[in-house]
Every structure is written in C-alpha cells, then in structure tokens.
C-alpha cells in the first residue's frame, strides 16, 4: 500500500482557474489539469524568483519533490500552449496557509491570512501604505 500524499503549503488559490485559446468554442477544445500546487511552485520559481530550495521549505516539501512538481506544472502548459489545449486550475493535495507581506515604506514584515484580499489591495498595520510582496 502507498504512503498518503503529503499536503503541500499553498500561500493562495489561483483567482483564475480557466484559460482557453482564443476563437475556438470551449465545447470542442481538450483540457490540461494543472494542480494549485502546481501552480504554487510555478509562482515561487518564476513569478517571485525564489531558489528552488527555498520554494521547497514554502511548500513544506523536499527540494526533489518540488523539482518534480514543477517540472510537471511546465510539461502541461507547454502542452497546453503548444497543442492549443484549455487550461483548467483544479485539485491536488495542498493546504492554505498564511502570507507574509513587507511594506515599502517602514519594511514592516506581517501575515495576511489566504482568506484576505490579494496582496494589491492589502495596507500596512503600521503605516498605511499599499503592500508588495
């Protein structure tokens, strides 16, 4: 019997979860399923630049796990891309977890809650300012 997957730590779930060539009727189209945790490695590696060691300790998971499931995340949109393929963000095994956020302007560091607007919307405790992440 296999061991359980182990839940992988998600900072925030996609806000969009659809993505489709253009011109080509949704009905007639092939789907590729990317997991959110899929899409969470595609985010710490290229969105925000992060060493894949790092990215692993995010996610709660070893540095090979994470090489594997980026390498899968890349495969399906490149096949999507490729192929003119639908993609369709659902599933896998993951858990939200908080968010840490600096302020520009005081260098404060906080936790933002998954629940919460996203990180453009999100002012600073201390001082007011619009965060980055």
């Not at 899409?39 to 894949?52: P, T």
């Not at 302007?105 to 998954?114: D, G, I, M, R, Y």
Request: aromatic share 6%; net charge neutral.
């Amino acid at each position: 019997m296999p061991r359980p997957p182990k839940w992988r730590r998600v900072e925030m779930e996609p806000q969009f979860t659809y993505f489709k060539p253009a011109g080509i009727p949704k009905r007639i189209l092939e789907e590729v399923i990317i997991n959110v945790e899929e899409i969470e490695a595609i985010r710490l590696k290229d969105l925000e630049g992060l060493e894949q060691e790092e990215c692993a300790q995010k996610m709660n998971i070893s540095r090979p796990t994470f090489q594997r499931v980026l390498t899968s995340a890349r495969s399906k949109l490149a096949e999507a891309i490729i192929e003119g393929k639908a993609i369709k963000i659902e599933g896998g095994n993951y858990c939200l977890v908080n968010r840490l956020l600096k302020c520009p302007a005081c260098e404060l560091q906080f936790n933002v809650s998954p629940k919460e607007n996203s990180p453009d919307e999100i002012s600073c405790p201390h001082c007011g300012k619009k965060t980055e992440n």
